[in-house]
């Protein structure tokens, strides 16, 4: 015996894309039914991004999100490069009249369950099996389980909002979708430590050991990165060995501000690059990670999911309340065309930063020439700066 759900818009997956969606669908009187194969908690547990463009933040605002994030993100109107010791400070402000706010995207995503659950409880969560069908009709259906029964959502659209790991992405035939892909050869070992930051803002470390990442989620709370092998495990890593090998790379001035402590979370991610087209098929709209991954390195990829959430959300309002689909005709493309910018400066930013073991010294002097141009040329900084505070939306 199946239970059927009738709505308008069913979204698969309730991290930030998902979640943001829901809200601005919600705000505009949309209905939307959000499934997760987790729960509530465990999704607010995950340890992500923490640097949001401009764009980003005013997605919350127009949510009604953002009150938490005024109050205790931190904005930052620049970040270091460093290149074997030497810095060189990207001016966001002065060179893009911009500026990007430290605040977490377990922050984000607590202000936006918060907001979801005081409205509404759109939520189906610990879900099972979910199988997207019927995508090319006008009446699309997504079947999943559900403490052991079968449910089917009816809807208008399905928005696959499930992340690399979804099903969403795989509901697009074979020979419709195509992939690109850029696996690294390397990973990053991130800690988090209840310390005060080795610096007030953002220090991106080239370094012949390595790359090295000093961040923060606030002025008592520090994220630390470094790049490791592929081989490596978390328990390679005890934090007296992370805490020698930070200082090595961030180079002994930084180091001597440095304030370690016992680290309360660890865990090592692997970087690629993926993008995946088109980002729709019939009534399906990918959206986020179920879509494309970036590497870290420009800290982009809760940032270009929000920017496919505004071009989404726009698109379907725009159908509902103008009854006009031009948006959504063009948003695959549109999306894709933000996508490809941001993954170049993803990887150019990775490429720039990280020790790739089968770089020749030729390519060591390439990193170290770019740095120094970027250092000594305002059009060069300004072309960095443009990208990390965020592309126009479209
Ligand atoms: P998400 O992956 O966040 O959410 C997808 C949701 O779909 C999840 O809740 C999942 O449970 C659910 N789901 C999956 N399959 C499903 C199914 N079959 N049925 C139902 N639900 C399903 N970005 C940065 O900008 N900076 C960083 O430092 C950074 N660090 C990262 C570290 C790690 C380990 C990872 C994995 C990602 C990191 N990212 C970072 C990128 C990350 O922030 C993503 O870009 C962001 O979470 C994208 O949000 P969503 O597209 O909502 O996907
Ligand atoms: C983080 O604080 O987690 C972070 C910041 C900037 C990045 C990547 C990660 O580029």
């Known amino acids: 015996m199946t239970q059927y759900i009738d709505t308008q818009v069913c979204i698969i997956g309730s991290g930030p894309a998902g979640l943001l969606l829901s809200q601005l669908l919600a705000n505009a009187g949309i209905d939307t039914v959000v499934l997760d194969r987790k729960d509530r908690a465990y999704i607010e547990g ?13 997605a919350l605002e127009e949510a009604g999100v953002a009150d938490r994030l005024h109050r205790e993100g931190l904005l930052h109107d620049g970040f270091d490069l460093a290149f074997d010791g030497d810095r060189h400070r990207i001016d966001l402000a002065a060179l893009t009249g911009k500026t990007v706010t430290v605040y977490g995207q377990t922050e984000v995503t607590k202000d936006l369950f918060d907001r979801r659950f005081a409205e509404a409880q759109p939520f189906y969560f610990n879900v099972e099996d979910v199988r997207p069908t019927d995508l090319t009709s006008d009446r699309p259906v997504v079947r999943f389980r559900q403490d052991g029964k079968d449910v089917a959502v009816r809807c208008d659209y399905v928005a696959g909002c499930d992340g690399f790991h979804g099903v969403s992405r795989q509901a697009i035939p074979g020979d419709v979708l195509r992939t690109f892909e850029r696996v690294y050869p390397f ?57 020698d090998e930070l200082r090595l790379r961030l180079g002994p001035d930084t180091a001597a501000h440095l304030q370690t402590g016992p680290s309360f979370e660890k865990s090592i991610a692997p970087l690629r690059s993926f993008v995946a087209e088109p980002m729709r098929y019939g009534n399906l709209f990918l959206a986020g990670d179920a879509a494309h991954i970036v ?24 159908h509902y309340r103008d009854g006009t689909d031009h948006h959504l005709e063009h948003y695959s493309e549109t999306a894709l065309r933000r996508v490809w910018k941001v993954e170049r400066f993803s990887w150019q930013l990775s490429t720039l930063m990280h020790h790739f073991p089968e770089n020749s010294p030729f390519e060591a002097r390439m990193q170290r020439a770019e740095f120094d141009y970027l250092s000594s040329s305002e059009a060069a900084s300004r072309a960095i700066a443009e990208n990390y505070v965020g592309l126009p939306l479209d």
């Open 46 to 58: 995950r340890i992500r991004a923490g640097v949001l463009e401009h764009g980003t933040v005013t």
């Open 187 to 243: 990973g990053w070992l991130g800690i988090m430590v209840e310390r005060p930051p080795v610096s007030h803002e953002l220090i991106y470390a080239n370094h012949a050991r390595g790359f090295a990442l000093a961040s923060m989620r606030s002025k008592t709370r520090s994220r630390y990165y470094l790049q490791c092998s592929l081989d490596d495990d978390v328990a390679d890593w005890s934090d007296d060995r992370f805490w």
């Open 295 to 318: 590497p870290p390195t420009g800290a982009k990829g809760l940032n270009l999911a929000v920017a496919d959430v505004r071009l989404l959300s726009r698109a379907l309002i725009e």
